[in-house]
């Protein structure tokens, strides 16, 4: 399912400070990929990840820039696909950009994209003939691909909503909802064949569809071989963190860690987890975490805190 692990690239120590699901302004953040590199070296991170939603627009500078500020940094991107009847937000580490031409997954991609867009469009449409003018939506594009994210800040920005989820009401009232994914299975069995890791983001997160539960797990892994769970994340209670820590260590998957950092402080700042919390993961792109004793992790073991930044960035866009 994992494929050969690759050769070592570095070897980290067990308390190097890791977060590999962060968002830049390239889908739904407000971080620039520079923004964002010199707040993780400032703040002393090790193995980092950029995962945007359904692209990978900003990878290729983040891993440059990260690279000559000494940053260890995985290729990643944050896939929308369904599954049992809900969404799922697919991580997928280990592919470089440079490698989508003319691989399944990258003519996944560029679909994925392509949808979005004309989503995006409908919803223009429907809400301009209903009267909704969009004054702003050249401001929140800025230049960017066209997400429906945008249309739904631009509804907001110009009066039409309070919040994105009133906005998100407004235009399904007009018979857009502005769902665009594509099958788990389908994106799993492309990422795999391009050398990929996926990892199923948040699963103790309730969007609303329900929570992934050992049951859901299990029926998933009959057809679907993802190679893991997202273990640590930003809300998880300790409760939280073991129980998806033991689902996936009982089936034999990988744990990541992600604060899933949108923009400074939205809705936080890039945590410092720990390497050895999810040193097979940190295997699988060629990252060694040196020897440790004792258990990977325990509830007694608290996030080290880390203080705000010593200056604001600056130039950042809000997001959700």
Request: with cysteine; charged share 20%.
């Amino acid at each position: 399912m994992r494929g050969t692990m690759p050769q070592a690239r570095a070897e980290i120590s067990p308390i190097d400070r890791v977060d590999v699901h962060l968002h830049t302004l390239s889908s739904d953040g407000g971080w620039t990929p520079t923004q964002l590199v010199d707040y993780l070296v400032e703040h002393e991170f090790k193995v980092v990840a950029v995962c945007d939603h359904d692209t990978m627009r900003s990878v290729p500078e983040f891993l440059e820039y990260s690279a000559a500020k000494g940053l260890i940094a995985v290729p990643g991107m944050e896939f929308t696909t369904a599954w049992d009847e809900r969404q799922w937000h697919l991580l997928i580490y280990g592919i470089h950009p440079d490698d989508l031409n003319g691989s399944g997954i990258g003519a996944l991609l560029a679909r994925q994209q392509a949808n979005l867009r004309a989503a995006a469009e409908r919803a223009i449409s429907l809400l301009e003939q209903h009267g909704h003018t969009l004054p702003s939506l050249n401001e929140q594009i800025d230049g960017r691909p066209l997400l429906p994210v945008h249309v739904l800040r631009t509804v907001i920005k110009d009066g039409h909503a309070t919040n994105l989820t009133t906005a998100h009401q407004l235009v399904i009232k007009y018979g857009e909802d502005l769902r665009v994914d594509t099958s788990l299975e389908t994106v799993v069995d492309a990422a795999h064949q391009a050398g990929g890791t996926c990892i199923i983001a948040h699963p103790g997160r309730d969007d609303g569809e329900g929570l992934m539960s050992a049951e859901r797990l299990d029926k998933m892994l009959t057809s679907i071989p993802i190679d893991g769970l997202e273990g640590h994340y930003r809300s998880y209670t300790l409760a939280d963190i073991e129980r998806y820590r033991e689902m996936a260590l009982e089936r034999d998957l990988l744990i990541s860690s992600g604060s899933d950092s949108h923009a400074p402080g939205v809705p936080v700042y890039p945590r410092p987890y720990h390497a050895r919390w999810v040193a097979p993961f940190l295997a699988t792109q060629g990252i060694e975490v040196a020897p440790f004793e004792g258990d990977a992790w325990t509830p007694d073991q608290a996030l080290p805190v880390i203080e705000p930044p010593k200056v604001a960035a600056s130039g950042s866009k809000p997001a959700t």
